[in-house]
């Protein structure tokens, strides 16, 4: 993103309409997250779907993947027609395969942190939008610690240890808690330039997405410390 930014800065309503933007489009997603993963727990023929075989949740998995990986690095090539509705269908997807929480934690439960996820993600993004300290050094080392978080996981996978699924947990919590500052930030250093045109909606898609995950992987790695299984 910071490639562009060699525009005018944007009028003060200019910005705040880039921000506003980036946080419907990651609302509206999460709210199709949600939808999606109550369809598919309630509907026995959405969920023998996604469940009932292996190779139909790994499908999708990797449709998720592959739709982050696309938007990531060829957004520039895409229309944002195309990008939002790629976004709209990593969401559904999303929600299908993260249904599974209901399926093992208790929904007063999953509720309850999704409500200490929320707070600590509004906390964490008004940080990152009046902070005056630069994040930049801290988003950089917080993604070193996301790459061997995903090491981390990959290799907890096989030897399934309760110990280091704990600490994957806590750690992972406070990156992306400190992921969200710095999105929150960089996405608000990127609205000063906003000039209205193309890229700009595309970018605001893509920062979107950013907090989204961001959003979700803490509640998921709280869910997995504090959620009370059936």
């Keep these: ?61 990797i449709a998720e993947l592959a739709i982050v990986m696309i938007l990531s690095l060829l957004v520039r090539k895409l229309s944002p027609f195309v990008a939002g509705l790629m976004f709209v269908l990593y969401s559904i997807i999303n929600g299908m395969t993260l249904s599974s929480i209901f399926l093992v934690y208790q929904l007063g439960s999953i509720v309850t942190v999704f409500f200490i996820s929320a ?16 994040l ?11 790459f061997g978080l995903i090491i981390v996981g990959i290799v907890n996978f096989f030897l399934k240890s309760s110990m280091l699924e704990w600490i994957y947990s806590v750690v992972g919590v406070a990156i992306f808690v400190g992921l969200t500052a710095y999105d929150t930030q960089k996405l608000r250093q990127i609205a000063i330039y906003d000039d209205g045109s193309q890229n700009f909606k595309k ?23 504090f959620g009370k299984k059936k």
Excluded: H
């Excluded at 489009?25 to 023998?48: C, K």
């Excluded at 930049?136 to 996301?146: E, H, K, V």
């Design 136 to 146: 930049n050094s801290a988003g950089r080392y917080l993604m070193m610690a996301l």
């Design 119 to 134: 707070g600590m993600f509004l906390a964490m993004t008004i940080y990152g939008m009046f902070t005056k300290t630069n």
């Design 1 to 61: 993103m910071s490639e562009i930014l060699k525009l005018d800065q944007a009028r003060p309503e200019v910005q705040r309409r880039f921000m506003v933007g980036v946080y419907a489009r990651m609302v509206v997603a999460l709210v199709l997250t949600a939808v999606a993963a109550l369809v598919t727990v309630t509907v026995p023929e959405v969920l023998r779907f996604v469940f009932a075989s292996k190779y139909t949740f790994m499908g999708l998995i």
């Design 203 to 225: 970018f605001a898609i893509i920062g979107a997405l950013e907090l989204y995950l961001d959003f979700i992987n803490i509640f998921l790695k709280l869910l997995r410390l």
